[in-house]
């Protein structure tokens, strides 16, 4: 963005360096430049009313609605209380309170998204296939490699990110269970990340019959005003569970929200399905953190070292890139990449609001961890209600060929 002379204002005005609208440049939609913006001026598309039509007016739809990690994390000082609160159950509330019918959690979608990556990933490495893999979940980080970077799509897994994950499941599995058409479900995503509302116009993530997977997003700082506007007191609330079929989740599907917590959530599965066993201690505090931009793991796989790389910010992306396309021995057997386009992920995302002090954002992060110790299970695979999903409609396991179908996307080179 720069200042530029506009005759018909008789001043200067923002614009992008090329002149042509945001959409059309390489902005990678991450967000971050909403968190700085010193007057506010830059935000996001605000689709609260959109949705709050539908609520009113919902016809025959059936309005479901699923909830990034994140947003049970950093809705909490948004709405004035410490950094670090967990309001899971009171967010449930507050949303039904707002008229969604069914509210799901995104966090269900992250445990489908580990075992579909790690299977993927446990393929590339067993069939000598394109390595290193890098994750595919931040919609940010796709729009860079696809805009700038585009010699990276083979390296890019195929999975959908938790919140495709999900949509498409509702598209499916859901109304079949509901006896509907997929487009008699109105969904609506609420998401810690501006880079959502791009990735959900992709004609990737649309239905064979044209139907859009995830109707709107809402990002935290929407919803955050939405629950003022409406009133609603959210410390007073009772806690309310998720909707039951796609409610239960995993520690694993906890941490995705943190800098580093994809990467660990897949070296839990991933290490089940090559080695046939589970992990002794599931932690991986070698990717944890928010200071280092770049953090190295090493995990043995039964005999087999195998490299993990966890990036957080564009910036670091770019020199770990560099490193590995320079052929530095320090990365040469790197495997498995985790990018996050937001400096400590997802639960500090452009649609959230800033943490006010890195005190502020390591509570945030440190919330999800906690969240991640207390879960009965803290591995995707053991997911009771993600493996009935699998039993009704995708052959009973992962990584299947209708898995494959609904579950997987593709990336192509994007140019402006």
């Not at 902005?27 to 996001?44: D, F, M, N, S, Y």
């Not at 025959?60 to 948004?78: G, H, M, S």
């Not at 796989?301 to 993990?308: E, K, Q, R």
Request: charged fraction near 25%; hydrophobic fraction near 35%.
């Amino acid at each position: 963005l720069k200042l530029v002379q506009d005759p018909a204002f008789k001043g200067k005005r923002v614009s992008t360096t090329n002149g042509k609208e945001l959409q059309h440049t390489k902005c990678i939609k991450c967000g971050q430049c909403t968190l700085v913006c010193p007057t506010k001026a830059l935000r996001e598309k605000d689709a609260v009313d959109d949705v709050r039509a539908v609520l009113q007016n919902p016809g025959n739809k059936i309005i479901t609605c699923e909830v990034a990690p994140a947003i049970r994390v950093n809705l909490a000082d948004a709405l004035g209380m410490p950094a670090g609160t967990v309001i899971t159950g009171k967010l449930v509330t507050a949303l039904k309170k707002l008229g969604f019918t069914h509210v799901f959690d995104t966090n269900w979608g992250a445990d489908m998204t580990i075992v579909e990556e790690a299977s993927e990933l446990v393929s590339r490495i067993k069939n000598n296939e394109t390595l290193p893999m890098f994750t595919s979940c931040c919609p940010a980080w796709i729009n860079y490699v696809e805009e700038s970077a585009p010699k990276l799509i083979p390296h890019l897994s195929t999975v959908k990110s938790p919140m495709g994950m999900l949509a498409a499941t509702l598209r499916n599995d859901f109304a079949k269970l509901q006896k509907v058409k997929p487009q008699d479900i109105y969904h609506v995503a609420i998401m810690p990340c501006t880079a959502k509302k791009d990735e959900i116009e992709r004609k990737q993530l649309y239905t064979k019959d044209g139907v859009k997977e995830t109707d709107k997003v809402v990002t935290t700082r929407e919803l955050a005003q939405w629950i003022k506007d409406a009133k609603i007191n959210l410390k007073s609330l009772p806690d309310t569970p998720f909707d039951s079929v796609y409610g239960e989740s995993t520690g694993a599907g906890t941490i995705f929200c943190n800098s580093g917590g994809v990467m660990e959530a897949a070296i839990r599965s991933a290490y089940k399905f090559y080695t046939g066993h589970e992990m002794k201690d599931v932690n991986v505090p070698a990717v944890r953190g928010v200071q280092d931009g770049i953090k190295y793991a090493v995990v043995d796989f039964d005999g087999l070292p195998i490299h993990f790389a966890v990036a957080q910010g564009i910036a670091n992306a770019m020199n770990l890139i560099k490193k590995i396309e320079n052929k530095d021995p320090a990365v040469k057997d790197l495997k498995f990449i985790e990018v996050m386009a937001c400096p400590g992920g997802c639960v500090c995302g452009g649609g959230s609001t800033r943490a006010k002090t890195k005190k502020a954002m390591q509570k945030r992060v440190d919330a999800v961890y906690e969240l991640d110790r207390e879960m009965p299970e803290r591995v995707s695979h053991k997911n009771h209600e993600l493996n009935e999903c699998y039993d009704r409609t995708y052959e009973g396991h992962y990584f299947s060929h209708s898995a494959h179908h609904d579950l997987h996307t593709h990336h192509k080179p994007q140019v402006y």
